[in-house]
């Protein structure tokens, strides 16, 4: 008698056309070591449920966050960094740039659009870390300059959606001109009178910090966020002291008078919306 459990032909048998790959992405693992599916991921505003860690995302769900029913257009989607200086270290910047573009399908690290949020316009500018760490260069610049315009122009509401680690150094000066072009443009749209909310998300740091990211009418951030200039360690070194715990934390810039509140991702929407409502007197949106 066989026993039923033996194989009668040894080896896989499976055709390779046949089998089954696991999806990419189908888990995800937060710093504090709790497993989420992607999928539930998601529907929980890209935080895990578990711990209420938010993890870093990019424009395209932002947008699908603020934006009813995912509906904008798109400002400027076409800009291209160019590589005026034709800097190289260990790879050509122009090089870079193409790299950056074929693995992220993005253009740039900003994208911009206007779009309804709970029913009113309005323009957010949104930076992408997944294209050459979120940093600054004329584009970047540009793009965002472009996008306050369209907001005066239209007398809506302007949000940016920071997410940096500074300058493009590829672009030297070129990319520190950004700072005082952007802080420019944000003047004009306070002497305009429409409101500016400036969202600092997980990381906003460098040249971004030192310009229109602490520009703000309003400025919030999501928990947990690092925001600052400098590293800790460049920090500590020049200034010869321990740092305090959580130091650059979003919570430990509210608690210093840095920022206004700090936002879960599932109120983001609501509470920006409440806020336009409340300093443009209008009725408030439920």
């Not at 189908?26 to 578990?50: H, M, Q, R």
């Not at 590589?83 to 190289?88: I, Y």
């Not at 004009?188 to 998300?201: D, F, G, H, N, R």
Request: glycine share 8%.
């Amino acid at each position: 008698m066989t026993a039923w459990f033996k194989r009668k032909e040894k080896g896989i048998q499976t055709a390779t056309e046949e089998k089954k790959d696991t999806p990419k992405g189908l888990w995800y693992k937060s710093p504090t070591g709790k497993i989420v599916e992607s999928e539930d991921l998601a529907k929980n505003f890209y935080v895990s449920p578990e711990d209420d860690y938010h993890v870093r995302i990019g424009s395209k769900e932002y947008f699908e966050i603020l934006f009813d029913d995912n509906k904008f257009q798109e400002l400027d989607e076409k800009l291209n960094s160019k590589d005026p200086l034709k800097f190289e270290d260990t790879k050509k910047y122009s090089d870079r740039l193409k790299a950056a573009q074929a693995k992220t399908g993005l253009n740039d690290a900003v994208r911009s659009a206007i779009g309804k949020s709970m029913g009113k316009d309005i323009v957010v500018a949104c930076m992408d870390f997944s294209f050459i760490g979120g940093s600054m260069g004329s584009v970047v610049g540009e793009k965002i300059a472009r996008a306050i315009d369209h907001a005066k122009k239209k007398k809506v509401p302007f949000l940016m959606i920071s997410k940096s680690g500074g300058a493009r150094m590829m672009e030297a000066a070129l990319s520190l001109m950004q700072l005082a072009k952007t802080s420019a443009k944000l003047a004009q749209l306070a002497e305009a009178k429409i409101p500016y909310i400036s969202l600092c998300t997980d990381p906003t740091t460098g040249g971004t910090t030192a310009s229109y990211a602490m520009l703000g009418d309003i400025n919030i951030s999501e928990p947990g966020a690092l925001i600052g200039f400098a590293g800790p360690r460049i920090v500590k070194d020049t200034t010869g002291k321990e740092l305090p715990e959580g130091f650059q934390t979003s919570e430990f810039l509210k608690e210093h008078g840095f920022l206004d509140f700090i936002s879960h991702r599932r109120d983001l929407k609501k509470k920006l919306n409440l806020y336009i409502d409340l300093i443009t007197n209008q009725p408030v949106r439920n």
